[in-house]
């Protein structure tokens, strides 16, 4: 549980620049009449969650594309890679996906280039797209913040370069942690020429896990890759992305991707018992399971953050940045007003009313507002006179997320047993 003691937005600067005004002096004798408004009008609007950003190769244009159904992949692929990439939309869009952002890797970058006759990916790609998504958002239309962002075709990469693929992945989740999203990352189907199998899955999953060296909650990691019509393995993290977003259509952001509201459409290439799953599990490694033939769910919803972090599930890490982006992009309205008591009581009330909202939806703890959130802004208690001087308004904003409950208890009690 969030600690509600400290401010998880505490210490953000939402406002720059902001001056006091100076109330006009009378000259001269008479009557005056002065204008005085009647309050700042602030509202903090929610953002999309679940915008899904898919790095690839196989992309026809030098900027990024946005599709929103499967049969636009065609006119904008390249011919040898259509399949391929098509096979991922598919697997995104199947599985509940609305809009996808394509973004094109280009080989001719130069930096960090790694050449595979499957894939072309570049460390330097994954830096431009923190630049092209990140950064200041301006005008007066609402911006779509990246949520996920997913690289698949690094996966088959990893079967014959591992290190290589894993410094890819870590390159995407230092940029989801730029951007406040989610990386998604697959397991390969092979690892070091080894087939993932019944004797040895669990091995290769933790050894891929340990070979990331990930430790971020921006990060989850999946293990298996899903199998194809032609029962061939496919990663599986368009099919998660999809899956996140029909969830948040229908439940929201903090509701975990896992469980029955998860289903696959397609069956995953390794199964693991409930043992594996109990060693798979704590290493933050999710699983798929299949229960008495019916379709399979996703079975796990741990990001790759240390255990006991406050943001060790996806929906907390997912509800938190939604939380951030939110009230950072509303209260850009509120540049260069005067940093004083109207502004600070404005800021203060338009996020209480937002997160009382998200509060009667479901989306924190709590059976009164006060015990699911707090907002704190104001002079001697998140800012100081030198950070009013320099134009800085500090709001200082905690509140307390749902869990998954992964482990529920329950006590039964038998009577009538003689001694």
Same mark, same amino acid.
């Given at each position: 549980?969030?600690?509600?003691?400290?401010?998880?937005?505490?210490?953000?600067?939402?406002?720059?620049?902001?001056?006091?005004?100076?109330?006009?002096?009378?000259?001269?004798?008479?009557?005056?009449?002065?204008?005085?408004?009647?309050?700042?009008?602030?509202?903090?609007?929610?953002?999309?969650?679940?915008?899904?950003?898919?790095?690839?190769?196989?992309?026809?244009?030098?900027?990024?594309?946005?599709?929103?159904?499967?049969?636009?992949?065609?006119?904008?692929?390249?011919?040898?890679?259509?399949?391929?990439?098509?096979?991922?939309?598919?697997?995104?869009?199947?599985?509940?996906?609305?809009?996808?952002?394509?973004?094109?890797?280009?080989?001719?970058?130069?930096?960090?280039?790694?050449?595979?006759?499957?894939?072309?990916?570049?460390?330097?790609?994954?830096?431009?797209?923190?630049?092209?998504?990140?950064?200041?958002?301006?005008?007066?239309?609402?911006?779509?913040?990246?949520?996920?962002?997913?690289? #698949?075709? =690094?996966?088959?990469?990893?079967?014959?370069? $591992?290190?290589?693929?894993?410094? *890819? @992945?870590?390159?995407?989740? !230092? &940029?989801?942690?730029?951007?406040?999203?989610?990386?998604?990352?697959?397991?390969?189907?092979?690892?070091?020429?080894?087939?993932?199998?019944?004797?040895?899955?669990?091995?290769?999953?933790?050894?891929?896990?340990?070979?990331?060296?990930?430790?971020?909650?921006?990060?989850?990691?999946?293990?298996?890759?899903?199998?194809?019509?032609?029962?061939?393995?496919?990663?599986?993290?368009?099919?998660?992305?999809?899956?996140?977003?029909?969830?948040?259509?229908?439940?929201?952001?903090?509701?975990?991707?896992?469980?029955?509201?998860?289903?696959?459409?397609?069956?995953?290439?390794?199964?693991?018992?409930?043992?594996?799953?109990?060693?798979?599990?704590?290493?933050?490694?999710?699983?798929?399971?299949?229960?008495?033939?019916?379709? #399979?769910? =996703?079975?796990?919803?741990?990001?790759?953050? $240390?255990?006991?972090?406050?943001? *060790? @599930?996806?929906?907390?890490? !997912? &509800?938190?940045?939604?939380?951030?982006?939110?009230?950072?992009?509303?209260?850009?309205?509120?540049?260069?007003?005067?940093?004083?008591?109207?502004?600070?009581?404005?800021?203060?009330?338009?996020?209480?009313?937002?997160?009382?909202?998200?509060?009667?939806?479901?989306?924190?703890?709590?059976?009164?507002?006060?015990?699911?959130?707090?907002?704190?802004?104001?002079?001697?208690?998140?800012?100081?006179?030198?950070?009013?001087?320099?134009?800085?308004?500090?709001?200082?904003?905690?509140?307390?997320?749902?869990?998954?409950?992964?482990?529920?208890?329950?006590?039964?009690?038998?009577?009538?047993?003689?001694?």
């Amino acid at each position: 549980m969030i600690n509600r003691r400290q401010g998880l937005l505490g210490g953000a600067a939402f406002a720059a620049g902001l001056t006091s005004a100076s109330a006009q002096v009378p000259l001269s004798p008479g009557v005056y009449i002065e204008e005085v408004p009647s309050g700042l009008r602030l509202k903090v609007g929610a953002l999309e969650t679940s915008q899904t950003l898919m790095v690839t190769a196989h992309l026809n244009s030098k900027e990024p594309v946005l599709i929103t159904k499967p049969g636009e992949v065609a006119g904008v692929a390249k011919p040898a890679g259509l399949d391929e990439l098509q096979q991922n939309v598919d697997l995104f869009f199947g599985h509940g996906g609305r809009s996808l952002h394509l973004f094109p890797v280009l080989e001719d970058q130069g930096q960090g280039l790694l050449a595979h006759e499957l894939t072309h990916i570049t460390l330097q790609s994954l830096a431009d797209m923190g630049q092209l998504f990140g950064g200041d958002w301006k005008g007066s239309q609402r911006p779509l913040p990246i949520g996920l962002i997913l690289v #698949p075709e =690094v996966a088959k990469l990893a079967d014959a370069q $591992p290190d290589e693929a894993a410094e *890819l @992945y870590r390159e995407a989740t !230092r &940029t989801a942690e730029a951007l406040g999203a989610l990386a998604i990352i697959d397991t390969p189907a092979r690892i070091d020429g080894m087939a993932f199998g019944a004797n040895n899955a669990v091995t290769d999953a933790r050894d891929w896990r340990a070979r990331l060296a990930i430790n971020s909650s921006h990060a989850a990691l999946y293990g298996h890759q899903l199998t194809d019509r032609d029962g061939q393995p496919v990663p599986i993290s368009p099919a998660i992305a999809g899956l996140i977003t029909r969830v948040d259509g229908n439940r929201g952001v903090w509701k975990a991707p896992a469980g029955t509201y998860a289903t696959l459409r397609q069956r995953p290439a390794q199964r693991y018992t409930t043992a594996d799953m109990q060693v798979l599990n704590p290493e933050g490694i999710n699983t798929v399971r299949e229960v008495g033939g019916r379709a #399979p769910v =996703v079975w796990g919803s741990r990001t790759l953050a $240390p255990s006991g972090s406050e943001t *060790l @599930y996806i929906p907390t890490r !997912r &509800t938190l940045d939604h939380i951030t982006h939110s009230v950072r992009w509303s209260l850009q309205a509120v540049v260069f007003e005067p940093n004083d008591e109207p502004l600070w009581e404005a800021s203060r009330r338009a996020i209480e009313n937002f997160l009382t909202r998200l509060w009667r939806q479901g989306a924190l703890q709590g059976t009164r507002p006060e015990q699911a959130f707090f907002v704190r802004c104001g002079l001697g208690e998140t800012m100081t006179e030198d950070d009013i001087d320099n134009g800085r308004m500090i709001v200082n904003v905690g509140f307390a997320p749902l869990q998954p409950a992964e482990f529920i208890v329950q006590n039964i009690e038998f009577e009538g047993f003689t001694s």
